[in-house]
């Protein structure tokens, strides 16, 4: 009977850490009281201090884990919505985001070697802009590791939804169709889905951003990664 009633019960807990830390960034709505960053610590300190393997704890997690992809798939709704305006930048987009992939590939892996990193934690850090399925995937092929792109992509995913918005004021970048190429380009889903409660013109483009980076990133980055390290 526990086999069947403790996956449901970390299942249940996990979603009512969310909603609780959801709530209180509704009242108390500051760029680190992010909701989703919050309930990963909440339930890092819980499995911790009960002294709850991870594995066990995941016969729950990963029923909610089984909603990322239809969570993904979702955001095509807003590209759906502005599809009649971002048709008519179609040549515009390709080249921001072809663009913000190379710039994303550069600056991680130089500054990475500048800081004196291993080659192989390089090569997994490298893709930490584009969407976890894809990160790791393109990570494992370029001989990095599959889980340090997950946590890396992780923290890309957090910082861009924390801190994005703050940025963006900070920069007084107004333009929607701007903010969203940026959430998408540089934070993934997290970052896609974090904008889409301020504007649906920009999650439609954080959505295109999102899905054309991992493209780019996955043709271009068994190549290009090689070339920056051998630099």
């Not at 996990?14 to 909701?35: C, E, M, V």
């Not at 009960?50 to 095509?76: C, H, K, N, Q």
């Not at 921001?96 to 590939?105: H, K």
């Not at 649906?200 to 390290?229: D, G, H, K, R």
Request: with cysteine; proline share 3%; net charge neutral.
């Amino acid at each position: 009977m526990n086999a069947v009633i403790e996956p449901i019960i970390f299942c249940i807990c996990s979603i009512a850490i969310f909603f609780s830390w959801l709530q209180f960034h509704r009242k108390f709505p500051f760029a680190l009281f992010n909701p989703l960053l919050l309930s990963v610590i909440s339930v890092v300190l819980i499995l911790f201090l009960l002294e709850i393997d991870y594995s066990r704890y995941m016969t729950g997690g990963e029923w909610i884990s089984a909603f990322i992809e239809p969570g993904v798939v979702a955001l095509g709704y807003p590209l759906y919505k502005q599809m009649h305006l971002i048709s008519r930048l179609w040549r515009t987009l390709i080249g921001a985001c072809c663009l913000a992939s190379l710039c994303a590939l550069t600056i991680n892996v130089l500054f990475a070697k500048a800081l004196g990193i291993d080659e192989w934690a390089i090569r997994s850090l490298a893709t930490l802009n584009i969407t976890t399925a894809i990160a790791m995937e393109t990570s494992a092929e370029i001989g990095g590791s599959a889980a340090l792109a997950a946590v890396a992509v992780m923290i890309a995913g957090f910082t861009g939804s924390a801190f994005g918005m703050l940025l963006m004021s900070v920069l007084k970048i107004k333009n929607m169709r701007a903010v969203g190429l940026a959430f998408g380009s540089a934070s993934h889903a997290l970052g896609a889905a974090t904008i889409a409660r301020t504007s649906m013109e920009a999650s439609a483009y954080a959505s295109t951003a999102l899905i054309l980076c991992a493209i780019v990133t996955a043709i271009v980055a068994p190549i290009y990664i090689p070339f920056l390290l051998s630099l």
